[in-house]
């Protein structure tokens, strides 16, 4: 990286809620953040999609043209906050290449062409950072890159949604519908007017395929990411989880096995005593598993324009020091492509209800049929209400081919009526492994 | 730094579990390590305090001169696993000044001398990392250094004493004795035969001292660090504390006023509902308090072989990096001598409980005493036991000062009747800062 002597020169790309908390701590906290850096850092421009007068910033520093910026050659980092896929990325492709560090927070860019940026980055020797992206200021990039480093990562399940958090945790305090706990979120900020993203799990397979590339050190093409999202959860659902003392969370797993990588979002069941259960509101968790490390829990606010500004300027500090100090970039960090491990094959425990008819040897025909697909049984809870009976059983570890056939058996089964409802559930931390 | 070219050397001070699992994975992980790094890493030498043969590791690479390893001049990392004050002082010393960097798991040292090392490091252009000696495997201090580099801190709350925090817990579900618990957990392996420096407080203030200085980047002697132990905690203190809704452990905080830095360690009574409450068993938590980032929750074993080698290859991983990038060393952590807010001053919510006389009148003259001294009240609780009565008080945040003084009134009452006890509250996260 080339070694920088004079003042450090920002560019700011976007002056939303977060680049506007940047700006803000660029030229209002100058000393401070020189200090920690070892060189000034100034304000070189703001590209704005509209010119428009910025609060507390020379109108010399504002422009439209985000391309002319980025290609000036005098910018030591371009901090992107402008989000999506265009002009996005052409914008970080060209910072870097004009010799620009990138600090960005956008998921969508990195979770698609990650592999490729880095690539190009390690070319430039440049650096590129991107804290901000996935639980926003609660520190996991980092730390999984470099604390762990010398560790072997397993697994990282994470809560990396702060919407649907919120939308599920309302859901299950007050027993209201999606619909009715999505629009209080839109109300207090916590999900957007179109929340289609954040309800579908799009968001967070987006921020668990970064996830996995860092954990595992893995291309892991955005597509290869199982998604379900949270839109047919009911406040039946919601409750029956609770009667067998769970939450329901929109969960990300990424994990490793010697057969390859695995990344999935779907909902889950979380038995009530699993740190991830204590994830409230519109919060973020994520809970690490290493073979030395054991279990690391990192919980915070995952979203939110000051707490985002945070991780950006952590990531602008971190990039700045390494400048000043002539360091080459870090290493490319996707040295390799692992095998995906397809979903098939993933085993979990599943929680499945039904109800069936109330008769003698039902339960023999319904466990038969699990037994026949080699899934085997921790509980059986059997209830009788008036003609019928709810079932609700919940398996050892077991392949999702494997329950997805016995879901399909036991809606040919003539005892077996209405929806027959599956759910993955989440070990409990002393079980996580078993 | 120096930019190494050739396979970085390393030398290993001491041969304990850490320094055995260290040896490991330098010796069997080599080619994985040397991908992460951008360089092979090699075993230079291993000091251990009496000649022996070691499992896996070539005898020529044994020695007993410690002194005579770091002062080779050939070493890119030394990793002083030894503990306590001297040799681990002058051998670091030694192997800084003879140009190698340092990872060490040292708390007792870095706690004590760390500004002094910091310098040192610095002038030798050397790094100087220490992750594994707060909270294990647990990443706090690179966070704190880096991830939040751009943000303000405010507070660090912390269980950072594994050993205390499983004989609290033990008696929280035993119903026993502080002494049960401890040899339980001597028996476990989770106490040494001398528990006197995590019973103490000791242990914990250590740690304090070092996340305070990173936190609020000054100097703080670690006899500025405020510690009371657990000792004196008994089955009548746990039962009254879960009769209150809260668990007691022992917590270090510090934190950060326009009036100054404070760090204290103390027994704290906790609301079963904060996020510190649920960190049971000889795990470690950390709730870091920042202004942009809100609160930031760290989770994770706080001690083992295995756990703290974790941070020990991750701290070797990421200054092996450096070293192979050129990087200069990172600045100097500890640029100022902010004051210390003396504990007089620091204000917490107390939890005050005695017998008093139950006769009228009582309630009034004890609750004069807190108004006259200007400690407000939150919540009274009285309940007749026959001839006495048990009055239980907590405050709102009133300084140490105040409450000292209420206290030594109190036993002037004619009307209290044995030992009066005050144990501080955190406040739950929402009211943490209240």
Known sequence: MKRTTGPLRVALLGHGTVGAETARAVTGRAAELADRIGAPVELAGIAVRRARQLP????????????????????????????????????VVTAMEAGACVVTANKALIARDGADLHRIAHKQGVALAYEAAV????????????SLAGDRLQRVTGIVNGTTNFVL?????????????LQEAQRLGYAEADPTADVSGADA?????????LAFDTELPLGDVHTEGIAHLGPGDIAHARANGCVIKLV??????????????????IPLEHPLAGVRGADNGILVEARAAGELMFHGAGAGGLATSSAVLGDLVAVCRDRVAGAGPERHSVSRVL?????????????VSMFVTDEPGVLSRVSAVFAEEGVSLETVRQEGLGSAAQLALVTHLATDAAVTEVMNRLRELPCTRGTIRSIRLLGTRQKATS
Chains 1, 2 share one sequence.
Do not use: F
Request: charged residues 20%; aromatic residues 0%.
């Open 205 to 213: 397979a987006a921020k668990m395929a970064i996830l996995a590339r």
């Open 135 to 146: 639980a926003g200021a609660v520190p996991v990039l980092r730390p999984l890159r470099q």
């Open 169 to 181: 945790d309302r859901m299950t305090r007050s027993g209201g519908t999606l619909q009715g706990a």
């Open 339 to 351: 095998p995906v491990r397809p979903l098939a094959l993933v085993a979990a425990r599943h929680h």
């Open 56 to 91: 507390g910033i020379d109108d010399s520093l504002i422009t439209t043209d985000a391309q002319a910026l980025v290609s000036r050659g005098d910018i030591d980092v371009v901090i992107e906050l402008i989000g999506g896929i265009e002009p996005a990325r052409s914008l």
């Open 252 to 269: 990300g797993i990424c994990d490793r096995t010697p057969d390859g990588v695995n990344a999935r979002v779907h909902p889950t069941l």
